[in-house]
């Protein structure tokens, strides 16, 4: 199945790897990621090209991206991989956080609080996506429901 959506991701347009995508379950895909990412391979070029095949313009492709971040987070915090393969998902996940729309930002942005608060992140490898994630939401327009109030972007920051 990798070798599948990673020549899908190959081709120009991204519409054969975006019908791929949503025909597997909800689980295989992040099953995937975890598996490669464990074992040291194509753990990156897997997850480029599920961002390619998951569109933020689609709530599909958003819901995926969301779930595949959230489980990116949950590897690197996991201890499980090696140290190249998770500075390179970081690094990966960095550079989408600009992609993702503005209340998606502050559901993340609220898991790192809610995680910090908690105490559950083993080694914070993953907190150096908060300033991104805090930065990207800053940077949105568009009016977000927070709390019972609507606030821009940098107001939620």
Do not use: W
Not at 67 to 76: D, E, F, G, P, R
Not at 107 to 134: C, D, Q, T
């Amino acid at each position: 199945m990798d070798q599948k959506i990673l020549s899908l991701a190959a081709e120009k347009t991204a519409d054969k790897l975006q019908e791929f995508l949503q025909t597997l379950r909800e689980g295989d895909l992040t099953n995937l990621l975890q598996n490669q990412a464990v074992k040291g391979k194509v753990a990156g070029a897997l997850l480029r090209a599920i961002f390619k095949g998951s569109p933020c313009s689609e709530e599909a492709g958003t819901l995926r991206r969301r779930k595949i971040y959230t489980c990116c987070i949950q590897l690197v915090e996991s201890g499980d991989l090696q140290k190249e393969i998770a500075s390179e998902i970081i690094g990966l996940l960095m550079l989408e956080a600009h992609h993702f729309p503005g209340p998606l930002l502050v559901e993340l942005a609220n898991e790192f609080i809610s995680a910090v608060r908690e105490g559950s992140l083993v080694n914070g490898k993953s907190l150096e996506l908060l300033p991104i994630i805090l930065t990207a939401l800053a940077t949105k327009k568009e009016n977000l429901a927070y709390g019972k109030g609507v606030l821009s972007g940098e107001e939620c920051k």
